[in-house]
């Protein structure tokens, strides 16, 4: 996502093996990501600016 903000070429691909091999349970971080839910801000009317990740890192540059 952040090289494709940038125009810059991605990290070179690591196969999935590789990585549970080398991180092992914490590679589910970098081969899934997280997937975490503001529910408790959103109940309450909380409105973020940048909602989309890709919106933010193009309002940084």
């Known amino acids: 996502m952040i090289g494709t903000t940038l125009h810059r070429p991605h990290w070179l691909p690591v196969p999935a093996a590789v990585m549970k091999v080398a991180l092992g349970k914490k590679s589910s971080l970098v081969l899934e990501g997280q997937h975490v839910k503001p529910e408790k801000l959103l109940a309450d009317g909380f409105e973020f600016d940048f909602p989309i990740l890709s ?4 309002n940084l540059l």
């Open 55 to 58: 919106l933010a890192l193009d």
